[in-house]
């Protein structure tokens, strides 16, 4: 069974920065896509950004140029360096991954980011 344990959330002033970390019990390699979500309170859970298997990257609209995507293979972790934070960034934020062969994947508990002054 895969785990994913996020780390790296915390309070943070408008336009600063957090990286984020999402370990994976398994070795990420074989993944054929790992992913960041986050939830607003009261809104639904969005993709923020993704990495595929063979290393293209996708992010959402509002964080284009702000969050970069990376992995570190030989530590089994994903990474979510985000810059310039906005109140709007404020959520708890997921890792996902998921297999080629899946349909549902894998969810780790989540890690809060606030960004207040």
């Known amino acids: 069974q895969v785990q994913l344990v996020e780390s790296g959330g915390e309070l943070v002033q408008p336009g600063g920065s957090l990286r984020l970390s999402c370990a994976a019990s398994v070795s990420i390699f074989s993944f054929y896509v790992v992913g960041w979500y986050r939830q607003a309170p009261g809104k639904q859970r969005e993709l923020v950004a993704a990495?595929?298997?063979?290393?293209?990257?996708n992010y959402a609209d509002s964080v284009k140029g702000r969050f970069t995507i990376s992995r570190e293979n030989a530590k089994n972790t994903v990474y979510l360096q985000m810059n310039s934070l906005k109140p709007e960034d404020t959520a708890v934020y997921y890792c996902?991954?998921?297999?080629?062969?899946?349909?549902?994947?894998?969810w780790g508990q989540g890690t809060q980011v606030t960004v207040s002054s």
């Open positions: 990495i595929i298997n063979g290393g293209n990257t």
């Open positions: 996902h991954a998921r297999y080629l062969s899946e349909s549902s994947g894998s």
